[in-house]
Structure formats: C-alpha cells, structure tokens
C-alpha cells in the first residue's frame, strides 16, 4: 500500500516545529493592538460627546435667554426666576400668557444640570443665564468653561 504524501493516514500525522496555531506571543501582539486602536476610538468619541454637550447648552443659553426677553416684552418686567417661564405668575395678565407658556420643561444644560439665572446680572447686564459646564464649578476651561448669555463676565 503507497502512502499519498497529501492525504496522510490516520495517525500519521507529522507537526512540523511551526505546523498551524498561533504562539502565545503572536496572540498577545495582536491583542495589545486591538486595545490601542480600542483606546484611540474611546478617546475620539468622548471628545465628540463633549463638543455636543457644550453646543447644546449654547443653543439652549441662546434659546432661554429670547424667551426671558419675549416675556419682558409681554409683561414690561423680567422673570424673577426661571419657573415663571414655565407658569403664569400671579402678578401678570393671564389673558396674555402664551398657550404653553415660554417654555415647555424647566431647562437643564448638556450636563443635565439647572441652569443659574441671576437678575440683576453682571456689569449691568438686566439678567445672567449660566452653565457652570462640565466641572459644574466657576471658572475652567476648555469643556469646563462657564458658558453665559453675554459676554459681560469676560474681562
């Protein structure tokens, strides 16, 4: 009986010294590049995230603020605090509240966090509308950074 060098009988089998598999070394290789490109995508993303939070409290600022100026406009004073945007105070005319009022839930910035409003404001701005940003604490920078109504705050 002729042995097919292709097709070894069974039992026959011969391993050379690199005959199929992966050494543990080439696995580890393969798997510290996985973290790292892992990683860098990570790093992308949350980055982004925070770009976005940033601008969406900048639209929201942007978006309030014309509503605590429509409601002057309407009652010939600001509101004292941010809820009197969201019902009627007793003191205005209810004939001229809007269906809905000025706005529809109370606002939160990209952070999910109330939003100060301080009126009189600063530097003789009539009111301040802020977000304390990502550290929620006064000052910072880069997505830490206070974000404000007016540029008033900024020596």
């Known amino acids: 009986m002729r042995r097919n060098a292709r097709f070894p009988l069974r039992g026959d089998v011969r391993r050379g010294p690199r005959a199929g598999g992966f050494t543990l070394i080439e696995m580890m290789v393969v ?45 010939n004073r600001y509101p004292n605090d941010l809820r009197e945007l969201l ?30 409003y301080r009126r009189p404001g600063t530097r003789g701005q009539p009111y301040d509308l802020i977000s304390y940003g990502e550290d929620q604490r006064e000052g910072g920078e880069g997505y830490a950074e206070d974000l404000w109504n007016h540029e008033a705050y900024r020596r």
């Open 31 to 75: 798997i510290v590049i996985i973290g790292i490109i892992a990683g860098l995508a990570i790093v992308q993303l949350t980055s982004k995230a925070d770009k976005a939070k940033a601008e969406q409290t900048k639209a929201m600022i942007s978006q309030i603020a014309s509503q605590i100026d429509m409601f002057k406009l309407e009652f």
């Open 87 to 116: 019902e009627p105070p007793p003191d205005v005319d209810q004939k001229k509240w809007p269906a809905g009022g000025y706005l529809k839930k109370f606002p939160v910035d990209g952070w999910n966090r109330e939003f100060i």
